[in-house]
């Protein structure tokens, strides 16, 4: 039998480098593709621009829908059946794929993870993680105990509403009380009504199952060519990020590794995607933060101030940092054969006294030499730029360099 081999979209950063481009421009380039959410959940937003100039940040869904290609939840997915409905409608307007399977094990965010991520963050103040405020990380904290699990499978079975109610009069206390809360605030409980709430979840958990087929991961060769869409980047990653201000998975290879195995995948060619400049949406360090680059002409409607992420932050992409996280991802590839690149994009933001880090020291480059000096900074062959929002902004190495 011959090799199967998978491709992965991974960003290199802090997140938003440009994978939901990337994603789509790959499978609109691969035949019978399947776009497989690998980890992160809801609270990703990938933005993708059509050809045809429509534009939608994709949460719940792959960002090759529009391209045509169909969506699988891994089991390190956590699924949102609040956000997931609307999502289907606007992205049904836009003539996008909508097939969606689900691995049974994905784990499932309830409305009382998104009050307890909300009521700690609010009691952080100015210490604030970065939260999203969308119950990510409790939901996967919740599922550490299996008597309060709830996973894509267990939507299926008999008395969904008595283990619901069972997470809030149990459950939330319990984790309140460990997060040092005694309940929570009255900013959260005034919009309250539990009974309300559990209704209307219940129905959200329907419409969800409506739509999205039951698959396990280890049935994925059955599927067409693997895509995988990894969430946030590198430098979130639960194990090589700065703690506390991190994502609650992992955000490379390690996943798309496991899946691969159980899918019967030999290979993965990692495509590792990072802006010519670093942003972060969120508290944490950041190397080199400035408020304005040198050289850049930031253009970002995706990631607007936001009261629980505040603005987008800014940095001259460090060549070093880049390396090393790449490095030290690829280090955990073992169980299947890896072929890794290179991908940068906003090159078309860049313009004079646009400038790089490396070792400690700045340099001011070309913006049309940019893609192939950032790809032998990260040791990494270039696959390609991107010189824009859409996937016709994309040019492979190859492609210019024969141009050239």
């Not at 992205?91 to 409305?111: H, N, W």
């Not at 307890?116 to 119950?135: D, F, M, T």
């Amino acid at each position: 039998m011959a090799a199967r081999q998978a491709q992965a979209v991974i960003g290199a950063g802090y997140g938003d480098e440009g994978k939901g481009l990337l994603t789509d421009r790959l499978a609109s380039v691969t035949t019978d593709a399947i776009v497989v959410r690998s980890n992160g959940g809801a609270q990703a937003g990938h933005t993708v621009v059509a050809p045809d100039g429509h534009r939608h940040v994709f949460h719940h869904f792959g960002s090759g829908a529009l391209a045509g290609a169909p969506t699988h939840l891994s089991a390190f997915f956590v699924a949102h059946p609040m956000f997931f409905l609307g999502e289907r409608q606007a992205l049904k307007e836009l003539g996008a794929e909508l097939a969606v399977s689900a691995d049974p094990r994905a784990i499932v965010t309830t409305p009382f993870d998104m009050m307890i991520n909300q009521a700690v963050e609010l009691s952080r103040g100015i210490a604030r993680h970065g939260s999203c405020g969308l119950g990510f990380g409790e939901a996967i904290e919740r599922c550490l105990r299996p008597e309060f699990a709830l996973r894509t499978g267990d939507l299926l079975r008999p008395g969904l509403a008595g283990r619901l109610q069972r997470i809030w009069t149990e459950w939330v206390p319990r984790r309140l009380l460990g997060l040092g809360l005694d309940g929570l605030p009255d900013e959260i409980m005034r919009h309250v009504d539990i009974e309300m709430v559990i209704g209307r979840f219940l129905l959200d958990c329907e419409a969800y199952l409506d739509h999205v087929t039951l698959w396990p991961d280890s049935r994925l060769g059955e599927k067409g060519q693997v895509i995988f869409e990894g969430a946030q980047g590198l430098l979130l990653d639960q194990d090589y990020g700065a703690f506390p201000h991190v994502t609650r998975s992992n955000t490379g290879l390690r996943n798309m590794q496991s899946i691969a195995r159980e899918a019967g995948i030999d290979g993965i060619g990692a495509h590792y995607v990072t802006r010519c400049y670093v942003t972060r949406h969120g508290a944490g360090p950041l190397a080199h933060e400035v408020d304005r680059l040198a050289g850049i002409d930031m253009v970002d409607p995706t990631n607007a101030p936001n009261a629980w992420q505040g603005r987008l932050r800014l940095a001259p992409l460090d060549l070093a940092v880049l390396r090393a996280a790449i490095a030290h991802d690829l280090q955990s590839a073992s169980a299947v054969a890896v072929a890794p690149d290179l991908t940068v994009t906003c090159l078309d933001q860049a313009g004079e006294g646009f400038s790089l880090m490396d070792d400690g020291g700045q340099m001011v480059i070309d913006p049309q030499d940019a893609g192939r000096r950032i790809a032998h900074g990260a040791a990494l062959p270039l696959l390609g730029e991107s010189w824009g929002a859409g996937r016709h902004c994309f040019r492979k190495a190859g492609d210019f360099a024969r141009a050239g």
